[in-house]
């Protein structure tokens, strides 16, 4: 079984700008939920989707959205970006509510 | 909303000693506490985790206990080799059941 894909693997942005993010969880996982990591602030969750709807959301700001299709593939979207949104963006999937989490291996934005 | 702790942020060990890393949350309704090792540069990936009606829970060379009364619960790894070098996370899942709660982590090095 594939595991969970996100791309793109390395972005390179600068302030001011928009990025989007892919997520492909594995086969049959419904739940994506996304992190932002970062040296100093450890694994932050961002928001959780399960069949298109968002369940839980962090505390970030509404800069910071997400959608899922239909497909259980999620994206996230940063608009308007400034330098300390440069992080390691975690997607996750799990199959269904208190299972384990599987990671992707991530997206390095680099902001500038 | 619930909170983890884990100590000690940074270890290191000599090679064949033992390990454990320490982590408190908050919100007794937690019943799900899993375990993840990230590698540099690697996604983190569960290596252990329990359920809240168990105490105790062993895989080879790595274990995991749970106290629900002081809410909190240990990574113990023994005989540790080099390759366990990395960062370890603790969660804990919210009462929803859906937003996993990370603690900071614990970068560990197994000194040859």
């Known amino acids: 079984k594939a595991g969970v894909t996100q791309t793109p693997r390395y972005l390179i942005k600068t302030r001011g700008q928009q990025v989007t993010l892919s997520c492909s969880p594995i086969?049959?996982?419904?739940?994506v939920s996304w992190y932002q990591q970062t040296p100093g602030q450890g694994l932050q969750f961002l928001f959780e989707?399960?069949?298109?709807?968002?369940?839980n959301k962090g505390n970030f700001p509404g800069r910071f959205s997400g959608r899922q299709f239909s497909n259980s593939r999620s994206e996230m979207n940063v608009s308007t970006l400034e330098l300390g949104d440069s992080a390691l963006y975690l997607c996750?999937?799990?199959?269904?509510?208190?299972?384990?989490?599987?990671f992707g291996n991530g997206t390095r934005l680099t902001v500038t | 909303g619930e909170n983890v702790e884990q100590h000690p942020s940074t270890l290191s060990v000599q090679e064949g000693d033992s390990a454990v890393i320490k982590c408190t949350y908050s919100?007794?309704?937690?019943?799900?506490f899993p375990w993840y090792k990230q590698e540099l540069g690697k996604r983190p990936q569960l290596i252990i985790d329990?359920?809240?009606?168990?105490g105790e829970k062993k895989d080879q060379r790595i274990a995991v206990t749970l106290n629900k009364t002081a809410k909190h619960f240990s990574l113990h790894i023994t005989e540790t080799q080099p390759e366990d070098s990395a960062v370890y996370f603790c969660?804990?899942?919210?009462?929803?059941?859906?937003?996993?709660?990370f603690g900071p982590g614990t970068r560990l090095s197994v000194l040859p």
């Open positions: 969660a804990a899942i919210d009462n929803y059941g859906q937003n996993f709660v």
């Open positions: 919100d007794s309704a937690s019943n799900y």
């Open positions: 329990i359920r809240s009606n168990v």
């Open positions: 086969s049959g996982h419904r739940s």
């Open positions: 996750a999937s799990s199959s269904t509510v208190n299972s384990p989490l599987h």
């Open positions: 989707y399960f069949s298109e709807t968002q369940r």
